[in-house]
Nanobody
């Protein structure tokens, strides 16, 4: 079993930056693909970014490309999401997720494909 705990959310003005962290415990996630998703009020959960367990591949949603960067530190069992140039439309609860896979280059943008989820951290961007 894997427990995921997100942190780093908060209130920031448009154009500002935040760095989200996702700490894993219970079982190593060093061989899990990891993803970040977000959900705004009244909307479905959507893909933000994902990274393979080897960190050799990373994908980002078109809406955040060039502004957000996913990374991981397997030694610390932690995944990060650096968010720059934040916009009001980035306001949402951000969730970290882990996908047990064998391929070192596998990443997924599909919510259903992930096995473990954190409780989420709120990000609010004011205009």
């Amino acid at each position: 079993q894997v427990q995921l705990v997100e942190s780093g959310g908060g209130l920031v003005q448009a154009g500002g930056s935040l760095r989200l962290s996702c700490a894993a415990s219970g079982r190593t996630v060093s061989t899990c693909a990891m993803g970040w998703f977000r959900q705004a009020p009244g909307k479905e959960r959507e893909f933000v970014a994902a990274i393979s367990w080897s960190a050799s591949r990373a994908d980002h949603a078109e809406s955040v490309k060039g502004r957000f960067t996913i990374s991981r530190d397997n030694a610390k069992n932690t995944v990060y999401l650096q968010m720059n140039s934040l916009r009001p439309e980035d306001t949402a609860v951000y969730y970290c997720a882990a996908d047990r896979v064998a391929s070192s280059t596998y990443v997924s943008a599909v919510v259903r494909g992930y096995d473990y989820w954190g409780q989420g951290t709120q990000v609010t961007v004011s205009s």
